[in-house]
């Protein structure tokens, strides 16, 4: 729970809300030198490492330079990678959770390399996970990921109209069922 926490999208969240996620956590290890993600691919998990470490990388694009030729190809420059470490306590995937909150369309690319370097133990929260919780907890979801207070208040509104509204139509339920059992004579439901 303590590493969900430090996920800036997560840091909010109502304690019911990331208690269900812990629930919904995979352990998953990755032995030495094993591709977890690459650049490009959809990103159908979240990482939250436990155990070992993990590199993130990617390559600057040749595409972004104006040079065609073979030299500029294999110039310093052109071999650059931008390398992150992640260690135990730390995240991958992030944007999985941007992807969760408005709707739930195609998933997010993952943006770099991520391979393990020595056996790595981790908790994977999958896209399908995610989708399920925020279903039963859209309300909490919203207001969380929500920076525009306007847009909070109307979402405070309509969650309140739909509570009458169930409530309401419970309460009609329960009477009509209480009229039928004196007119019949019989429990009903």
């Known amino acids: 729970m303590k590493t969900l926490k430090t996920v800036p999208m997560l840091k909010n969240l109502d304690e019911k809300v990331l208690i269900m996620m812990c629930d919904y956590l995979k352990p998953v290890v990755y032995n030495e030198n094993s591709f977890v993600f690459r650049m490009g691919d959809p990103l159908d998990c979240m990482l939250f490492i436990v155990e070992g470490t993990m590199w993130t990388y990617y390559s600057p694009s040749t595409s972004d330079t104006d040079t065609t030729s073979e030299a500029a190809a294999t110039s310093p420059s052109s071999i650059l990678m931008t390398t992150k470490a992640l260690r135990k306590g730390e995240f991958y995937g992030e944007e999985l959770l941007k992807w969760g909150s ?82 019949i004579g019989e429990k009903v439901g």
């Open 102 to 183: 408005p709707t739930f369309t195609t998933l997010p690319i993952s943006t770099r390399h991520v391979r393990s370097q020595r056996k790595v133990e981790a908790f994977a929260l999958m896209a399908d996970d995610l989708a399920t919780i925020v279903s039963k907890c859209q309300l909490q979801w919203d207001l969380n990921n929500c920076d525009n207070p306007q847009e909070m208040k109307i979402m405070a509104v309509s969650s309140i109209t739909k509570a009458i509204r169930r409530f309401r139509t419970s309460r009609h339920r329960s009477t009509t069922e209480r009229l039928l059992e004196e007119v």
